[in-house]
């Protein structure tokens, strides 16, 4: 894709974000880039500081969980696929207090695994995929976070 | 406890999670009710609502995290232990979406727990404990949580 193109792309994720979920304003997030690989998205600890003077775990989780429902709306838009994000389940391991501005960093999966995606999709029209995300604080990993999401064709 | 104890820990409580994790009041969480066994927050869904009309699981997880982390403080209150409490690792099951203002019960854990974590603060000024939290929806189970907390006692 054109450097043009995916700057498009990240502008019409971060205004979907903004739009389609208002506590995402709330809470500060922010696109930030996406190389073909990795997802980030940035939010400030201002908005989300608690009584520690560290970022609130609530916060932490609905940066990761967006950062996979971003990553996923990036493949699906990149394939031309019309279709429905919602989360499954998931796990968040608080390893390390998050002292400033953090950042999500979601990970594309395996070809693999998007290829199997798309088949189960033609197929059934339903079809679940695992993404993992990693929360940064100065080059730290403060978060890591496993989501399951399940995907649904448009009618 | 006397009821009107109750009621001042409950207000003490909306107000700790109001002053000291202040994004808890964009999400709306209202401390709801603690009869002894289980404490229960509540949020509205126009804050947390998202594009398909039903609640954001990022504002889901948020109120489990501290419905949990409210147990554990209230815990602490009633047995007059001044400890830090953090979360250590969750998981959270999105069974139904929820689709109106919504209910996080979290419930007291065995009383054989709460002695083990007792003791473990008593020996090494640090305990863990494992609590579960349900988010209803009109009476149906919407969201499963279970959230692993370390209390850490004030040096």
């Known amino acids: 894709m054109k450097e043009s193109g995916m700057l498009d792309l990240l502008h019409a994720l971060q205004e979907t974000l903004a739009e389609e979920i208002p506590i995402t304003r709330h809470i500060g997030v922010r696109v930030q880039s996406y190389d073909g690989e990795r997802l980030i998205l940035q939010a400030p ?11 609130f775990a609530g916060s932490l989780n609905a940066l990761a969980t967006l950062a996979g429902w971003g990553q996923l ?8 696929i019309r279709a429905k994000i919602v989360i499954q389940d998931s796990s968040s391991n608080y390893l390390f207090p998050v002292t400033g501005d953090f950042t999500a960093i ?3 999966p395996d070809a693999y695994e998007i290829v199997r995606m798309q088949q189960t999709l033609r197929k059934r029209g339903k079809a679940r995929i695992e993404l993992f995300t990693e929360i940064y ?5 403060a978060v890591s976070f496993k ?3 399940v995907v649904l064709v448009h009618e």
Chains 1, 2 share one sequence.
């Open 147 to 149: 989501g399951r999401y």
């Open 73 to 80: 709306w990036l493949i699906l838009k990149e394939q031309n």
């Open 45 to 55: 600890l201002e908005q989300n500081i608690n009584h520690k003077g560290t970022a």
């Open 137 to 141: 604080d100065n080059h730290v990993i």
């Open 106 to 108: 979601c990970y594309k």
